[in-house]
């Protein structure tokens, strides 16, 4: 069944926020720069999103990560792998949809983990994961990505008719940057999950920075 073209943004009770993911080097100064990037209040999570690396070695990279996380307020994320959370005793989990489901995961980690769902561009998965004990969708991509190749390409829309909907936050992932993150923002994303436009700088903490136009803008007019 096809979207309907258009839907009413919802009001807001809360501006959207960042969600920060990381890019798949997280040695040598990167934590330097994450602990730079967290300091703007608007950065409300962080996703160790690294593939490949040994257990071992990825809970070694990830313990100074997450103590910066933490100091900052931060929400710590392990990106795919229920078990890595739970040796961490990370902030939460996110899940593709090969990653087993959120009531498996939740049956592991407990009620206090936060656990995220990748819908892609479907109502049906979105409804589903919510049935399962979500705490937040993902919708994307929404911009060609230099972080994860994607067929997916929702419209904005999706964004609206979730958050008319339901209470859960939805997180609009894909190739964002500021110069075009205003159209997800004004449909009702929660958050905007970034990567490449923030690590991809120079200087970490000016590129979060340049986000604050449109993440100001998203409480205007409501």
Same mark, same amino acid.
């Given at each position: 069944?096809?979207?309907?073209?258009?839907?009413?943004?919802?009001?807001? &009770?809360?501006?959207?926020? $960042?969600?920060?993911?990381?890019?798949?080097? #997280? @040695?040598?100064?990167?934590?330097?720069? %994450?602990?730079?990037?967290?300091?703007?209040?608007?950065?409300?999570?962080?996703?160790?999103?690294?593939?490949?690396?040994?257990?071992?070695?990825?809970?070694?990279?990830?313990?100074?990560?997450?103590?910066?996380?933490?100091?900052?307020?931060?929400?710590?994320?392990?990106?795919?792998?229920?078990?890595?959370?739970?040796?961490?005793?990370?902030?939460?989990?996110?899940?593709?949809?090969?990653?087993?489901?959120?009531? &498996?995961?939740?049956?592991? $980690?407990?009620?206090?983990?936060?656990?995220? #769902? @990748?819908?892609?561009?479907?109502?049906? %998965?979105?409804?589903?994961?919510?049935?399962?004990?979500?705490?937040?969708?993902?919708?994307?991509?929404?911009?060609?990505?230099?972080?994860?190749?994607?067929?997916?390409?929702?419209?904005?829309?999706?964004?609206?008719?979730?958050?008319?909907?339901?209470?859960?936050?939805?997180?609009?992932?894909?190739?964002?940057?500021?110069?075009?993150?205003?159209?997800?923002?004004?449909?009702?994303?929660?958050?905007?999950?970034?990567?490449?436009?923030?690590?991809?700088?120079?200087?970490?903490?000016?590129? #979060?920075?340049?986000?604050?136009?449109?993440?100001?803008?998203?409480?205007?007019?409501?």
């Amino acid at each position: 069944m096809d979207e309907p073209h258009f839907y009413a943004p919802p009001p807001r &009770e809360h501006p959207c926020d $960042l969600y920060l993911i990381s890019p798949q080097d #997280v @040695t040598g100064d990167f934590a330097a720069r %994450l602990k730079d990037a967290v300091q703007h209040e608007r950065v409300s999570a962080f996703q160790l999103r690294v593939k490949g690396m040994k257990s071992h070695d990825l809970a070694r990279a990830a313990e100074p990560l997450q103590e910066i996380c933490a100091e900052a307020d931060v929400a710590f994320i392990v990106n795919d792998d229920v078990a890595m959370c739970k040796r961490l005793g990370a902030d939460g989990v996110h899940l593709g949809q090969g990653d087993g489901n959120a009531k &498996e995961a939740r049956a592991i $980690l407990g009620p206090s983990k936060q656990i995220g #769902v @990748t819908c892609h561009a479907s109502r049906h %998965l979105a409804m589903q994961a919510g049935e399962q004990g979500a705490d937040y969708v993902a919708f994307g991509s929404f911009y060609p990505s230099q972080t994860k190749a994607s067929e997916h390409r929702p419209e904005p829309t999706i964004l609206s008719w979730w958050a008319n909907l339901f209470e859960l936050p939805c997180v609009a992932i894909g190739g964002i940057t500021p110069d075009n993150a205003e159209p997800l923002v004004r449909a009702g994303a929660d958050f905007l999950a970034v990567s490449q436009s923030v690590w991809g700088a120079e200087d970490v903490a000016k590129a #979060v920075a340049a986000f604050d136009d449109v993440l100001a803008g998203s409480l205007a007019d409501r």
